[in-house]
């Protein structure tokens, strides 16, 4: 990404945020560093001393890339890609998207996210969503398992994660006839603080498929159990 493209996205990035100055002034050094057009490589110095989050992020055949969380609403976060595409997250989901080719508008019923929740994990979620060129109202049914511990690796540690698995069946009412209506949505939630790590999610039976890691978050799990220095 040209230098100059760069500061017009920091611009309108800090613009944004202007009615929360501690947020624009915490976050933009990441946003720099971010906001780069490169695969994503940061040791964990790095991301250790970032002020913001970094996600490291890869869609479909796409190089992998990185976000960094530019604002929180609550229990929604908004992170930003490089090339200013904008995923609104609740509880790790993604529930709105700004600038792909077929956003995703809206997600509702949020209040039962699973992963929203603090007890035992709900079996199912019932949501309706907007997605651009497919349709507005779409209904979709989730069931959802916990598939059990392992260990995965992420930034050369070994994490112990449990693994969630999401079923998600798409609405028969759309353009896509009996083709990809259903797959399978993984999370990865620390064994211990049962923060969620890494997920690989798909929202439109023809939209890509997002594997997300969440980069700064391993690195405080990892600090806490003394694992990073």
Known sequence: MKLHILSVILGFICFSLSGCSTTTLAYYNTLKLALKDRSVSYTVEEI????????????????????ALAYIDGDKY????????????HHGIIVKTEGLDNDLYYTGNLQHNPLATNNVLPFSWDRKVDIAAIGYGIPIDSS??????ETREYLGFSVPVIKVVEHVSFSEYTPF??????????????????????STQQFS?????YDMVYLSRIVREMTKQGAAQ
């Open 48 to 67: 250790a001393a970032s002020k913001a989050d970094i996600m490291q992020i890869k869609a479909g055949e796409r190089d992998t890339a990185s976000l």
């Open 78 to 89: 908004r992170w930003v890609s490089g090339d200013r595409v904008i995923f609104t997250m």
């Open 144 to 149: 959802w398992r916990i598939e059990g511990e």
């Open 177 to 198: 006839i009996d083709v990809g209506l259903s797959w399978e949505n993984t999370y990865f939630l620390h064994q211990y603080s049962k923060e969620l790590l890494a």
């Open 205 to 209: 039976p023809e939209g890509d498929v």
